[in-house]
Nanobody, 115 residues
Framework: QVQLVESGGGLVQAGGSLRLSCAASGTIFRADTMGWYRQAPGKQRELVATFTRDGSTNYPDSVKGRFTISRDNAKNTMYLQMNSLKPEDTGVYYC?????????WGQGTQVTISS
């Protein structure tokens, strides 16, 4: 059974920072890919950051240089450090794991950036 639980969302002003956490259970850290996605109201879910089993990371241009994905294997936890936040970063942020072609999702955590 794979379970992902996000935390750390909240309301911050533009320019501020937040750190999201994703606590994982099961065999999650043998996942092929793990990462973060977000969904803004009325928009499709989009990739925010991922890393593969070999440790390589991937960010879209919209967050590159501002967001950093990391993990602590000893704590079975993945993080997303978000700096220089913008109002367009507002949305529900989801933790994701891909294992043998299957996607697993957390319940999401709300991030709201005020201008």
């Amino acid at each position: 059974q794979v379970q992902l639980v996000e935390s750390g969302g909240g309301l911050v002003q533009a320019g501020g920072s937040l750190r999201l956490s994703c606590a994982a259970s099961g065999t999650i850290f043998r996942a092929d890919t793990m990462g973060w996605y977000r969904q803004a109201p009325g928009k499709q879910r989009e990739l925010v950051a991922t890393f593969t089993r070999d440790g390589s990371t991937n960010y879209p241009d919209s967050v590159k240089g501002r967001f950093t994905i990391s993990r602590d294997n000893a704590k079975n936890t993945m993080y997303l450090q978000m700096n220089s936040l913008k109002p367009e970063d507002t949305g529900v942020y989801y933790c994701n794991a891909q294992i043998l072609g299957l996607h697993y999702w957390g319940q999401g955590t709300q991030v709201t950036i005020s201008s």
